[in-house]
């Protein structure tokens, strides 16, 4: 059963940076796309940013500016840089893989606080 492990999460003031990461237990067949999404307190899970094997990356409509994911799909890793980081971007964070084939990995969630 692959998992995927997330680490970097924590508490931060306004206007701080945090460098989340996530590794895969074992290898994943076909992978073809990894990223995040995030849960804030009360709301729906939302897309985050993501990374294909083609080396595309697509963000939430108005992170790009401040987010960056980087990564590399053979080796079943992917990184989340946030910067200048919001209260509202308060929420937790998890990583996710898919493979070509339809199979979707969840890793457990790390929490990300934006506050003074």
């Known amino acids: 059963q692959v998992q995927l492990v997330e680490s970097g999460g924590g508490l931060v003031q306004p206007g701080g940076s945090l460098r989340l990461s996530c590794t895969a237990s074992?290898?994943?067949?076909?992978?073809?796309?990894m990223g995040w999404y995030r849960q804030a307190p009360g709301k729906q899970r939302e897309f985050v940013a993501s990374m294909s094997k083609r080396g595309l990356t697509d963000y939430k409509s108005g992170l790009e500016g401040r987010f960056d994911i980087s990564g590399t799909l053979a080796e079943y890793t992917v990184s989340l840089q946030m910067n200048s980081l919001e209260a509202e971007d308060t929420a937790v964070y998890y990583c996710?893989?898919?493979?070509?084939?339809?199979?979707?990995?969840w890793g457990q969630g790390t929490q990300v606080t934006v506050s003074t």
């Open positions: 074992e290898s994943i067949y076909m992978l073809g796309v």
């Open positions: 996710f893989m898919r493979s070509d084939l339809g199979a979707s990995y």
